[in-house]
């Protein structure tokens, strides 16, 4: 019998990964192309046939594609077909990526949000499998969140659903791309967080002063990080300012679904236990007393591949329901 394998695609902003996964998690080959989002969306679709083109090519013989999964950024259709005004892509408005890809495998092309995915690829064979339900929150440029009960992906109403990073936390704070003042990821999103990191160190003595230039202007969170694991104290302070935020924000989650298991991911969570830590701390002090017991609060153990499994195991679930049909 062929092995069934099924290619997951993320879809980011600058760039796109791809992977050729098996039934077991295993990733057995992978891609990475630049997006060039603001060349619009028949470009971008080129990208993304060439990212699945890449590790077809790769594809160990014997092995049977069963479909093709893609995390998008933004809001997508419940059908999981369209992508809905994905932020940070020009000229989008509503894009079928599953008719427009759907000449490029022999299965069917399912699209889904990057975080939910996430959520999808923590749940199935990464930090979540051990939890039958938990939030999984996403770091990066943005700030993602997805919801999973009882080993399901909770979508909503419209399948928007999640977005933790919109969530105020103080409504007089900074606006966040999507408008919402005081949104969680108005403070944690890489250039967000990058920014507030500068205003507080620049009168402040840190290393960070010799990495990062003139006005701190190339400051990120991985300098932050790396500051940190070299004793600079103001860069840990930093973290664990940010680490309070993200806390805060999840406490309230808990406090609206009372799932008490959480999943953090992303590239800014590479921070480890500098953001983690205090994030913990806030947490059991932001969560009413009859909802503490059993929180939880862990890393993503499978990096940034989390989101291709996830968008692979999107493919693999399409494929499961559609022989039981």
Avoid at 84 to 103: C, G, T
Wanted: with cysteine.
């Amino acid at each position: 019998m062929a092995k069934q394998v099924a290619v997951g695609i993320d879809l980011g902003g600058t760039n796109i990964k791809a992977g050729l996964v098996d039934s077991d998690g295993a990733i057995l080959c992978d891609a990475h192309v630049r997006t060039q989002a603001n060349r619009g969306p028949d470009h971008v679709l080129g990208r993304i046939a060439e990212a699945i083109g890449q590790v077809l090519r790769q594809r160990p013989d014997g092995a049977e594609v069963c479909g093709v999964g893609i995390g998008a950024p933004g809001k997508v259709s419940m059908d999981r077909t369209t992508v809905i005004k994905p932020p940070n892509f020009s000229d989008w408005d509503e894009v079928n990526l599953s008719k427009s890809l759907a000449h490029l495998v022999p299965g069917c092309v399912v699209v889904e949000n990057d975080a939910n995915c996430a959520g999808l690829g923590s749940a199935t064979w990464g930090a979540g499998r051990d939890f039958d339900s938990f939030i999984m929150v996403t770091l990066g440029t943005g700030v993602g969140g997805a919801i999973i009960h009882e080993k399901k992906l909770f979508r909503g109403v419209t399948g928007g659903a999640g977005e933790l990073g919109h969530m105020s936390i103080d409504y007089e704070g900074p606006y966040a791309r999507s408008g919402v003042a005081g949104a969680t990821e108005a403070y944690l999103g890489l250039h967000y967080l990058s920014h507030h990191a500068r205003y507080q160190l620049h009168t402040r003595p840190s290393i960070l002063h010799e990495w990062a230039g003139r006005d701190l202007a190339r400051l990120s969170p991985k300098m932050l990080h790396q500051a940190a694991e070299q004793g600079d104290e103001p860069a840990r302070e930093v973290l664990a300012w940010a680490g309070h935020k993200l806390g805060v924000a999840l406490a309230s989650v808990v406090n609206l679904l009372d799932i008490r298991k959480l999943v953090v991911g992303g590239g800014v969570s590479a921070a480890g236990h500098y953001l983690l830590d205090p994030a913990r701390m806030a947490l059991h002090g932001a969560v009413m007393p009859s909802l503490s017991e059993g929180l939880e609060l862990v890393r993503e153990t499978r990096g940034n591949e989390v989101g291709v499994l996830g968008a692979a195991r999107l493919a693999f679930e399409d494929a499961e329901s559609k022989i039981g049909a």
